[in-house]
């Protein structure tokens, strides 16, 4: 699986913006896919995941009400809606492939990773 992460730049805070991850290859709808965050000097951290088959999302609390994730199987994507955004969102926003399922919320479980596309939240 290869992926491709977009949607990224320079917003306001309280504004809005929606990440793309378009994945190739074959056998992207059995996987769990994830969002992924990283600030300078910071550790990669989970910011949500979509199982398989779209019915179970996840958001970590930092982002609960403000950012959604989102699917379309056909389309091979997976989204990032992010709203409400705040400086503390500044990061570079990576999307991830896992073959696990369930809460999948730590890097090294997934095996694949998009090149990341960097978010920048003034104040």
């Known amino acids: 699986v290869q992926l491709q992460a977009s949607g990224g730049g320079l917003v306001q805070a309280g504004g809005s913006l929606r990440l793309s991850c378009k994945a190739s290859?074959?056998?992207?709808?059995?996987?769990?896919m994830g969002w992924f965050r990283q600030a300078p000097g910071n550790e990669r951290e989970f910011v949500a995941l979509i199982s398989w088959n779209g019915g179970t999302k996840i958001h970590a609390d930092s982002v609960l009400g403000r950012f959604t994730i989102s699917k379309d199987t056909a389309a091979n994507a997976v989204y990032l809606q992010m709203n409400s955004l705040k400086p503390e969102d500044t990061a570079v926003y990576y999307c991830?492939?896992?073959?696990?399922?369930?809460?999948?919320?730590?890097?090294?479980?997934?095996?694949?990773w998009g090149q990341g596309t960097l978010v920048t939240v003034s104040s």
């Open positions: 290859g074959q056998y992207f709808s059995m996987y769990t």
């Open positions: 991830a492939a896992s073959r696990l399922t369930g809460r999948v919320e730590r890097p090294y479980d997934y095996s694949y």
